[in-house]
């Protein structure tokens, strides 16, 4: 899997994701710096969490507009794989390769705390190591996680099969309580269409290790990782 | 601004009679506006320490292990395999009263630049907050602002916050301390240091541009609040954490180049301390040009510019042959890059702007010449002995309304607001473990870090509160199973000027000092925050002590999470002290008597075992006796690992009440599977032990026979704060 991580100004989790995606494939993933036009060779692009531009604007929009997002379009529209991680998935939206957007938390506060993920559907690159319904750890933390789309794209999301993961509890159940930013329908991530670009919130990429307090995210890594082996 | 410059000039800028006579000695004539802002900014309690430096000079700062001391931007030390742990906690109380957002998030942004100035990349950040009475809705209002300032700042710079503490007390409701620490790591032979060095060397400033934020911040630092301190504001700085992380990227790129001769971050006064400090410690003179300095509002004087306090700057001294290499970096991380001057043979700092000489001041009497005070001290009474207490209330009562409040109560409110994962390294999070435990990426080893202090013990008795606090930072090192390295110290106390001030000072001083030498603890940075009175009522003296300890394999640490089917063991005497114990105050309703007595023979006795025993692999979880006494310590343990208990009834010679809530020190709580083989390995060390009880099922069995659910015991222990805050 030749993976490769774009660097925005202002991201800050693209170290922990470098570590948990090296851990996957054996080898270190290239570092993409915002400026850079060509990604040609890379079967996996990941943009990763942080604060892009210092996200002062809408979270995403800076990132949206910079010289790097043509050619992660390009990627995208070759059939390649993109995953997004917090801001990342916030940017995928603001950049239109994800519907929907993410709005603040509904309690208005920064949440950092781990979250369960229900599987919703396994048969992806991404989700493949997983089983279909299962439930997994992952720490989360964002100011502006609470997913947001109308009914009839939600209905449309829900209709194709594009909903990743949703926010449940420990037990697998849908239910407010175990939404903390208030996502739409408990949606904590997204797939496209052709189930190539995946745009989630919280940080699997944090919980790979067991010294972490598990590796509860690793099958994600794992997973591309087989997928994308060359 | 055209202001005539006398004394009467000076006293509004804090320079008392004396030293302004001093100043036009110096001079040998009146000073220029400017030059009478750099010499108050430079000799205000702030940035001189005149008050202190006396007393700081007795505390510990060495040790086979301490690389730099106090003196550098922050103190280093050794963690081995060929790294460096660099840390300082810093105070930003004034500010964050003021306005409780931008105070405590320019707080982090502070403390963050005099890690990383010296090479290091920020691993970590801890904070210990005090509030008033969380009744009041002015405190709610700057808990609420402190917490999102730290969240805000630390969040976005991809730090994470991963420790802390916070208590509450009256006398902080018109002055709240916020104290903010980071940790860094760093080769330990890439230590980069501020003795500017290299005659005709160019001085770069880089960061954010130059402003009219933050004016005179160190002066307002120094001085006592009255009703006008609403009108204080335009004093506080804005930060950006954006540009502090661009910032952070951009100087380390350039450290891993050879460019660097001397580097500095500008904090309190700006311009003016960084310039006057990296000149005065290499022994060089500098020439400033204002006129290159970036600045993103018009027609700024040159007082304004050297008193700014913008953030996210630095002033760096660079090889001449490698400025080029340097502009490269910035300029990718798009940040300014200008040079302002150049080192000079002369020992003057001479600054000019638009073509006039603003400033021209002998460098080594701004320094030699500072004022240093033996300020009068008033030794605090030694508190009258407490005698009996009897208890009114009895076990179960007494544990839930200690258990809900505000001092012991769950801080999960505030750690659900800060980032504690980013970095990937966080082996124990806050509220998991005594101490946090962050793993150095790529290596086994993991450092433990802690904030630690009793503001009521010190207040009773500044001596062993001072020793106290020093103890519980080891102490909480300890009980992960870590071997406790050094302190940093944050000393936060009222008016110096006052002798019973003074003399809490001198006196916590004395009980650090006693408490570093006796545990091998030494302190290697610190800050000093004086005048916390508001219309003259002082805070409870706040040495807070930020501890750092390393272990050799991250894996090795224990957390205080409760396993079942474990013996609980209390390592340490137990007799019984309630004086000025939570307790005491929460339910007796009485804030009285000695602080407990630090024996620190048994503590080092005490911790030593306890972490061999860790080391061993004989204990799995591990928590401190120390705030609401061993009845707290188990409950605390048995909601983190949702594991009841069932404990034994105290023994003979101890009342009941006392026995749960005392809160003698150097005592740990152990989770382990071999009750007897533990308490035999105690007793061949000749440390006291005793079974409390044992682990499993879902329930709280007192003493009594009566059974708290931990259902109940976690809602009024989490449910506490939020709803104090409203949700």
Redo the contacts between chains.
Sequence with gaps: MKAGIVVF??I??E??MA??LEAAAGHKPRMVWHHETDLAGLDLVVIP???S????LRCGAMAAQSPVMGAIRAHAARGGHILGVCNGFQILTEAGLLPGALLRNA?L?????DCWLRVERADTDFARHYQPGAVFRS?M?H?DGNYFADDATLDRLEGEGLVAFRYVTQEGAVTPEANRNGSARNIAGLYSPNLRVLGLMP?P??L??P???GTDGKPLFDGLAAALAA | MARDVNESLARVFGLSAEEYARVLDIMGRTPSLTELGVFSVMWSEHCSYKSSRVWLKLLPTTAPWVILGPGENAGVVDIGDGLAAIFKMESHNHPSFIEPYQGAATGVGGILRDVFTMGARPVANLNALRFGDPALPRTRRTIDGVVRGIGGYGNCVGVPTVGGEINFHPSYNGNPLVNAMTVGIAPADRIFLSAAAGVGNPVVYVGSKTGRDGIHGATMASAEFGQDSEEKRPTVQVGDPFVEKLLIEACLELMATDAIVAIQDMGAAGLTSSSVEMAGKGDVGIVLDLDAVPQRETGMSAYEMMLSESQERMLIVLRPDRQEVARAIFAKWELDFAVIGHLTDTGRIVVTHRGVVEADIPLAPLAEQAPLYHRPTVDTPQPAPLGEVADPVGLEAALLRLLGCPDLCSRAWVWDQYDSTVGGQTVRRPGAADAAIVRIEGSRRALALTTDCTPRYCQADPEAGGAQAVAEAWRNITATGATPLAITDNMNFGNPEKPEIMGQFAAAIRGMAAACVALDFPVVSGNVSLYNETEGRPILPTPAIGGLGVLADAAASVGLALPRDCCLIVIGATVGHLGQSLWLREVAGREDGPPPPVDLAAERRNGDFVRREILAGRVRACHDASDGGLLLAVVEMALAGDVGAGLLPAPGGVASHAFWFGEDQGRYVLAVQDALAMLQAAAAAGVPALLLGVSGGKDLTLPTGDTISLARLRAVHEQALPSLMGG
Excluded at chain 1, 53 to 56: A, I, S
Excluded at chain 1, 109 to 113: E, I, Q, T
């Design positions: 100004p202002g800050n989790r170290r922990d570590i948990a969490g942080g604060f531009y210092g996200d002062y309690s506060r920064f949440l950092s705390m720490p933390a100011g940080h990429e944090d790979v290790d010294l972490m307090g």
